[in-house]
């Protein structure tokens, strides 16, 4: 039989490259679609991913693409994702978010057959009246569930959400993980820089290597129950002070850090989804990528990409 066809959105982002690579790994036929054409050095060629350009915030692009491609499985990572902007433009946001999961959502409803799964945020909030948004990423990312959930029930799509924690790996990426190793790297080559800026040394995250989490989003397209939200996580939660202590201790140089107080703009603890947090594990699903060795390969990283650009 045919290998399957996967459609990833989002395929430039640092996810969508993981996820590009792994599934075509497992054999997977990858249709990736980026927004804009992309350097040969920005997206390697990979054997099984064939990269399509399409603007989600366009309905007929979006059409058109899905219409080229057939999928049998959807994953759903194109976004915007940075509190700080959100801030600066949410009505982008909103449209990112949202409508592009809408248009997504409904050039596909010609394919019963499809499993779609959207990646949500932990950092949604509590819509429950009166509903006290935190900032306007959370909103747009609670609003691409709810109406992810119901378009499935309205037009008996198969749809399941998926609700990473903070993504960690080598690869470009904005999270404090990839801004720390960057800064430190800039360091190393012998930058002069302000300390390193942090909100807060208490405030707990769960990190996640996003290998492990792209192998938890091929588990859930195969077995997944439309209409469940799924939280893919550690299970373990640091303070960003241990997470500084951890990248400094493997630093060529000295690395300041500097604690300010926290804005607005900082956000607040995540809010847990519903389901039972077991529920991958149960499924034979456990992280693999040990904490120190994401934190060993995100330096690399780093290293070797100003080495590049030297």
């Not at 129950?225 to 951890?246: A, F, K, M």
């Amino acid at each position: 039989m045919d290998s399957p066809v996967v459609l990833v959105t989002g395929a430039g982002g640092f996810t969508g490259r993981h996820a590009c690579q792994v599934l075509a790994d497992k054999g997977y036929r990858v249709a990736a679609l980026i927004r804009t054409p992309a350097s040969p050095k920005a997206l390697p060629p990979v054997a099984g991913v064939d990269y399509h350009v399409c603007d989600m915030n366009e309905p007929s692009e979006v059409h058109e693409t899905v219409q080229r491609v057939a999928p049998r499985y959807v994953l759903h990572l194109a976004g915007k994702n940075s509190v700080p902007e959100s801030w600066t433009n949410p009505i982008f946001y909103m449209e990112s978010n949202i409508m592009a999961t809408v248009h997504l959502l409904n050039a596909l409803r010609e394919y019963e057959g499809a499993t779609i799964l959207v990646a949500g945020s932990r950092l949604k909030f509590d819509l429950s009246f009166p509903v006290k948004p935190t900032h306007p990423y959370g909103l747009s990312k609670s609003l691409q569930e709810i109406v992810s959930l119901a378009w499935g029930k309205l037009f008996q799509q198969k749809i399941i959400i998926a609700e990473p924690g903070n993504l960690i790996g080598p690869g470009p990426s904005t999270g404090i993980c990839s801004l720390l190793a960057e800064h430190i790297a800039a360091l190393e080559r012998g930058e002069t820089r302000e300390p390193f800026s942090l909100s807060s040394a208490q405030v707990q995250r769960d990190f996640l290597d996003v290998r492990d989490a792209v192998h938890a989003y091929e588990l859930l397209l195969r077995r997944g129950i439309p209409g469940e939200i799924y939280p893919v996580c550690s299970g373990v939660e640091r303070s960003l002070g241990d997470v500084c202590e951890s990248f400094i201790g493997m630093a060529k140089v000295e690395c300041p850090i500097e604690e300010e107080c926290r804005s607005k703009h900082a956000g607040m603890q995540p809010v847990a989804s519903p389901i039972q947090p077991d529920a991958l594990k149960e499924m034979g699903w456990r992280p693999a990528i040990a904490w120190e060795a994401s934190v060993s390969d995100i330096l690399r990283y780093f290293r070797r990409e100003d080495a590049d650009q030297t």
